[in-house]
C-alpha cells in the first residue's frame, strides 16, 4: 500500500484531532500543555526560609494588622490559634490580626523542619509565643507554605495550633 505524502498528513492530523477532542471536552489538553512549560526555580537557602518567618514576627511586633497580612499571597488560607474560622480573604486575616495584636505576641521558634520545592517551600514545627501585655507563654505547633510570585515569597497556607497535651511539670530540687 502506497499512500501519498499529503494524504498520510491528513490521516494523522484527523487522528490526532479525535484522538484529543475527548481530552479538551474534560478540560484536561490545557492542563497537560501547562505542565509541558517549564518553570525556572527560584533558589532559596533554608537560612533565606528561615528569615521568612522572622520577618513575619516582625510585622507582629509592629502591631500593624495590614503589615502582618503583607506577608501572604492574596490567594491564601489562614488557620489560626484562637480562632475556629479559617481566614481566605486579606480583609479575615487582617481582622483576626487586630484581635491577636492587643496582647502584643512574639513568636520564638522552637524547633523547624524546611523543605525546599520549586518556588514552593514548607517551614513547620514548633514555636511559643509570649505575650507582653498578659505575660503568657503558649506553646505552638505550626505550618506555613510559601511560594514565589517573581519578587517575594508570599504565605499562601498557614496553620497554627497550640500543643493538645499539658507540659509535665517542671520538678524543683528536693531539699531535705
Known amino acids: 500500500m502506497n499512500i501519498k505524502p499529503i494524504y498520510a498528513f491528513a490521516l494523522v492530523a484527523s487522528l490526532s484531532a479525535c484522538a484529543t477532542q475527548p481530552m479538551e471536552r474534560l478540560g484536561l489538553a490545557k492542563q497537560a500543555s501547562a505542565a509541558d512549560h517549564s518553570e525556572t526555580c527560584k533558589n532559596v537557602t533554608e537560612q533565606e526560609i528561615a528569615g521568612l518567618f522572622d520577618r513575619w514576627n516582625e510585622a507582629l511586633a509592629s502591631g500593624d494588622a495590614k503589615k502582618v497580612v503583607a506577608n ?28 491577636f495584636l492587643a496582647n502584643r505576641p512574639s513568636g520564638k521558634i522552637d524547633m523547624r523542619h524546611i523543605e525546599v520545592g520549586c518556588n514552593s517551600v514548607l517551614d513547620a514545627g514548633l514555636y511559643t509565643f509570649t505575650f507582653a501585655k498578659t505575660g503568657q507563654h503558649v506553646s505552638g ?17 498557614h496553620h497554627s495550633s497550640m ?9 524543683g530540687k528536693k531539699t531535705h
Open 141 to 157: 505547633r505550626y505550618s506555613y507554605t510559601y511560594h514565589w510570585d517573581g519578587k517575594d515569597w508570599l504565605i499562601t497556607s
Open 72 to 99: 501572604y499571597a492574596t490567594r491564601s488560607i489562614l488557620l489560626p490559634t484562637v480562632s475556629n474560622k479559617p481566614r481566605l480573604t486579606p480583609e479575615e486575616k487582617e481582622d483576626y490580626f487586630h484581635h
Open 163 to 171: 500543643m493538645p497535651e499539658k507540659a509535665p511539670p517542671r520538678r
